[in-house]
Each structure stands twice: as structure tokens, then as C-alpha cells.
């Protein structure tokens, strides 16, 4: 009863695994032992006499290997194990290793991955290279002063692709008026490109029609983070297109940005950035002037967005600029026998000698034919239908066999009577 009544108080506690007995039979009083038959005296064999003395328990099995159902959270702390139901989550607390199932972390002031008692969670961290070394396992930390921010780039190519309007002539910025009303810049467009710092800068550059297919190009004007930079660049090119396929005709693809001076200029490692125009275009039957989508290397300093765990375990921090850094991996232990693992409570386990050892290192979960899903916790496995069943059961057998004690009290009461 005390185990049907523990598994029934945690039905909803994470990862709870059930519990169930299995009885056995006491010694046997044998008043007389088994006999062949005899061929000498024609005496038939005769089974043993043995009068049973109860029950005891015999085994309390734990079912491990049985999943509970799954939860969505939508938190990415929270991690359920699937597929693989003798796999554990590996974790530390107070100097030693245990083992849970419960997969719903948080992280500390450290930055520590933790389950909810506080306990590290373990797993691999990366090298100097950012690649996981498989090693003994180590506390994950998912919101250290490391990982907040990933360093800025300077742009050092840009790729400029679309279509110069021919049909367009002069072209009015921001009036969207073309032609002979125009303030002869013809066509403009816009250069995006980033510092050593991590400052965005964007170059206005005037595209002026010389003839039909024919155009200039120079810098009207730069920005730094919206403001005026001080910053003196040159981007004077003459670009030609072929009348009859509208693609460029001896100009070069590849044109240099040049960055001349100007106090934000010490902020530049490279003073050429090179500007790839070999999928620029000039259609003449387009009526409507389409701005050049301008896509280029360089980034911002990045700061941390989000954190989110992969089916592997992998932890993968996101950043403002675009980037993405490996932080480190869950690890994993499969036991031979789960059922061995010792509950030593708040959702945890340890090895004992008939579970199988714990060789400090680990395993990748899908290794053992199974995944981590992120944004969901595994709920306990109790089949609350089946401990109701299993209550009443045990409860008639209680009743039953405290009938045995009255009614031997009775005999006994009639034994007593009959000195009289």
C-alpha cells in the first residue's frame, strides 16, 4: 500500500517512474517429505506434505524503460529524453554524480545549466576552435560572460545584384520622380558595410546615366549609425550593359570601394572593400525602377538573443548580428539494467552495482537510438486507473487475511473451552 500511495501522491511530479510488488511465498513446514511408488510392497508414491507459512515481498521493480507522456512548455530549458527510455540525464550536486530524468532546467547567477534542486547538469564544452571534445563531462554553463557577446567583422566584399531601369532616366530620391523632372543623380542605391568596431555604415551611391546603357557612379554622401560619419570614401566607376542582353559589357564585376580618410577611418583594418556587380542588370522594356538588393559580409557586435537545444543536445546560443555559436553538449548515460539505479529522491538516481557503472564520460543520446526535444518535459508514467485497481486489490486482500486472525482467534477461544 505504501507504494501504490507513493506512486499516486507523484502523478504529476516530472519523470516520475512507478513503482510495483511482487510477492513471494515464506519457508514451507514439511510434515512429510515426497515418496516413490514401492514394486517390493505395491505402495503407490505419495506427494510431500507442506503447510505454507505466508507471503513476504518479494521485489519492488521500478519501471524505468517506460516513458511518460510528453508536455509542451515551449521553454528551451526544457528537455524531454526520447526514444531511449534507459538513458539519463547526467547531473552533480554537492560533489557527486547522479542521474535524472526530469528535464526541466533553468540556470543560475553563474550562468550554470541546473536542474530545479540546483544540481549541475554535465555534458562536453567546445575547444578554441568551437568544435565539442567528447570528454569527461564537465558543468555546462549557457549564460556565461563568454557567450554573451561574439566580436564584429569588417566588410571586405559586398554583392550588389538587381536591375538599373534604362527606361528610367533621371531619377528624384525619395519623390519617386523619374525622367526629365529628375535632380540629374539618375538611379541611387545604398551600400551597407561594418567597421573592425562592429559600427554600421551606409554610402549613398548616385548612379547616373551617361547614354541609354551607359553609367557613372559616385558617393553622395556616408553614414555612421544613422549620423553623419567622417568618413571620405570613393566609389567612381563608369558601368556599361550589352543593348541587347542587358548584362554588363566591359566593365569589370568587380569594383573597389575605397576608403580615403576621415577621423572614423582609423576604425578600418582593410581600406578596400571589393563590390561584386556581376548580377547587376539594365532591361530596357522595365517602366519601373527597382532598388539593387545590396547583400554583404561584415557584422555588428553580437549580442545574445536566444539559447536553444538541439535534438542531439547540442546548445546553440543565437546572436543580434546573425551569428550562431556551438556552446557545448548535454550528455547522456545508458544502463544495462535502469531498474538497478538507486532513487535517492528529487528526481534522482545513482549507480549502484546491479545497474552498470558510470565511466565519467558519457554518451551522445543518439548513439543509444534516441533524441532530446527541446520545449518539452516528460510527465510521470503513473497509470492512475491501474493504482486504483491495485489499491482496492490490496485493500480486499488486507480485509481478507484479517479474517484469517479472527476467525484463528475463535479456534483458539474453542480449544481453550474445551479444558473446561
Do not use: C
Not at 532546467?105 to 562536453?124: E, I, P, R
Not at 527606361?167 to 567597421?195: I, P, R, W
Not at 516528460?378 to 493504482?387: G, K, R
Request: charged share 20%.
Amino acid at each position: 500500500m505504501d507504494v501504490i500511495g507513493n506512486n499516486i501522491a507523484n502523478v504529476n511530479t516530472i519523470a516520475f517512474k512507478s513503482s510495483s510488488v511482487s510477492f513471494s511465498e515464506v519457508f514451507y513446514q514439511t510434515t512429510q517429505v515426497a515418496s516413490g511408488p514401492n514394486a517390493t510392497t505395491g505402495k503407490g508414491g505419495q506427494n510431500a506434505k507442506q503447510i505454507g507459512l505466508g507471503t513476504s515481498v518479494g521485489s519492488i521493480s521500478t519501471k524505468v524503460d517506460t516513458e511518460g507522456a510528453s508536455q509542451r512548455t515551449d521553454n528551451p530549458f526544457d528537455v524531454k529524453l526520447s526514444g531511449s527510455g534507459n538513458s539519463f540525464f547526467i547531473v552533480r550536486s554537492n560533489g557527486n554524480t547522479y542521474f535524472t530524468r526530469a528535464g526541466d532546467f533553468t540556470y543560475d547567477a553563474s550562468g550554470a545549466l541546473v536542474t530545479q534542486s540546483g544540481a549541475n547538469v554535465m555534458g562536453w564544452v567546445t575547444n578554441d576552435q568551437g568544435e565539442i571534445v567528447k570528454d569527461v563531462v564537465q558543468p555546462l554553463y549557457v549564460k556565461s560572460d563568454e557567450f554573451t557577446y561574439t566580436m564584429p567583422e569588417q566588410t571586405t566584399n559586398l554583392k550588389v545584384s538587381g536591375n538599373i531601369n534604362s527606361s528610367s532616366g533621371n531619377f528624384a530620391k525619395g519623390s519617386g520622380t523619374s525622367g526629365a523632372d529628375g535632380d540629374q543623380k539618375g538611379e541611387t542605391m545604398t551600400l551597407s558595410f561594418y567597421d573592425n568596431l562592429g559600427y554600421r555604415y551606409q554610402a549613398t551611391i548616385a548612379v547616373t546615366q551617361v547614354d541609354k546603357y551607359n553609367y557613372h557612379t559616385e558617393v553622395t554622401g556616408v553614414t555612421k549609425e544613422g549620423k553623419a560619419a567622417d568618413l571620405t570614401v570613393t566609389f567612381d566607376h563608369d558601368i556599361s550593359f550589352n543593348p541587347t542582353t542587358g548584362l554588363l559589357d566591359g566593365t569589370d564585376s568587380s569594383l573597389d570601394f575605397t576608403i580615403t580618410g576621415g577621423a572614423d577611418a582609423d576604425s578600418f583594418v582593410k581600406d578596400t572593400i571589393a563590390v561584386d556587380i556581376s548580377n547587376l542588370k539594365s532591361i530596357g522594356d522595365e517602366t519601373k525602377f527597382e532598388y539593387i538588393d545590396v547583400a554583404g559580409k561584415g557584422k555588428a557586435v553580437g549580442k545574445m538573443s536566444s539559447v536553444g537545444i538541439q535534438d542531439d543536445g547540442r546548445i546553440i546560443a543565437s546572436y543580434s548580428n546573425g551569428d550562431t555559436v556551438v556552446i557545448g553538449q548535454i550528455a547522456t548515460q545508458s544502463f544495462t539494467n535502469a531498474a538497478g539505479l538507486e532513487k535517492v529522491g528529487t528526481n534522482m538516481y545513482a549507480a549502484t552495482l546491479n545497474s552498470g557503472e558510470f565511466d565519467g564520460v558519457g554518451e551522445d543520446i543518439t548513439s543509444a537510438g534516441g533524441s532530446m526535444v527541446s520545449g518539452t518535459i516528460e510527465m510521470s508514467n503513473v497509470d492512475l486507473a491501474s493504482e486504483f485497481t491495485d489499491m482496492i486489490t490490496t485493500q480486499r486482500g488486507f480485509q481478507a487475511n484479517s479474517r484469517i486472525i479472527t476467525v484463528s482467534d475463535t479456534m483458539l477461544e474453542e480449544l481453550i473451552n474445551l479444558k473446561r
